[in-house]
């Protein structure tokens, strides 16, 4: 059993994160400050020091020089926030043997470790090229997994995929463009009991209506003009499994009623076939409009509606995981590096201030985009200001420049709350001021 020495002087961190090594068989000793930590390597021998870069009484920098000059065999992971990753990479260099950026997960702690004690004794150059390849590994343990946030609302997200994933419940997923609603989709097949079937996902969207029926149900050769063949629909394809229909508004009225009656009575009939075919398939719809208001006009059915819509969950924008954007730019960044074949290690300062500053209104999708873009005209270790697209910054200042706080600033408030229909948090985020501040301000200025 591998002997760790964990040095955090955030003590809650500290003990949720020895019951979690502990859990997976590694003996730790815990440190709250460098002192002690000092203290405690001269009593006993360890296989591995894990320390936080920032001590109240002392830097991480530092405290890893002294341990790597007395004690050259044992190794060091430096814990750290991304602003100082280039401070952490500058580490790995004089000696250290890796980094951690917080927020971390799981996995990455896991792997890191894990690779570390198996490299004791590599030389520097070997120790920056592992960076590489233990993002690698990260990636791979996370690829074919829901990325779990911090955020209130990633949990809360996180916690409604658990609760509903194991029924069989019809599941409709509501948020803007771009937040991963088929991610959603796909992690509650993967956690229920059809996980071993088919997932297939359609984006109805992209479905002529006169080709709907063929599309979801199947036609038998000769059905119609073009129909030279047999074709089994998304739903026979499915059975047994789970179907997602993404943008589930866009069908037309008759697609509705055709939908409607598969879902009712389980079964269907492909196009030209007097056979019914029994279908055991989970609905999983997903919409970014109001589909209560589109059965009011009459839009969508409310008969449909209610079938679709057992259990309803929010999938949140980016500005609403705004704890969650480093977690989602290092995921994103090591997918682009292993497509792209890169070795891009994290972003520089500046750029991360612009990106935690950008209110990204196409949310993941574009972050992915942004940064797949970016590993790809990264030539050196980090992403820089120049490998971000113009708009990006023109989209940043015209917000920035429209709600910053001025003379106008009891109308500049107004404005921020009509913008996010009185949502107070929204409101204060556009403002870039915090929550208490914003509230202060409408008592200050008699604003309900």
Known sequence: MAKILLIEDDVPFCKLLEKFLVKNSYEVTISFSALEAKAKIKEESYDLILTDLRLPDYDGIELMSEIKAEYPDTPVLLMTGYSDVNTAVKAIKNGAADY???PFNPEEVLIVISNTLADKGSEKSEKVEKISKNKKEILKAKSNSFVQGISSASKKLAEYIQLVSPTNMSVLIIGESGTGKEVIAKSIHENSSRKQTNFIAVDCGSI???LAASEFFGHVKGSFTGAIQDKIGFFEAANGGTIFLDEIGNLSY?????????LQERKIKPVGSNKEVDVDIRIITATNEDLREAVKKGDFREDLYHRINEFSIHSPSLVEREEDLMLFLDFFLEKSNQELNK???GFSAEVMKIFQNYRWPGNLRELQNCIKRATLLTQGDFVEKSALPAEFFHSEQSLSEEFSLSEN???TILEALNRTNNNKTEAAKLLK????TLYNKLKSYGIN
Do not use: G, T
Request: aromatic content about 0%.
């Open 100 to 102: 951690i950026s917080k």
């Open 254 to 262: 008759e697609n509705q009623i055709q939908l409607l009656r598969a």
């Open 208 to 210: 002529p209506k006169e």
């Open 343 to 345: 070795d891009v290690i």
């Open 433 to 436: 001021i915090n929550r208490k």
């Open 409 to 411: 600033e009891k109308e």
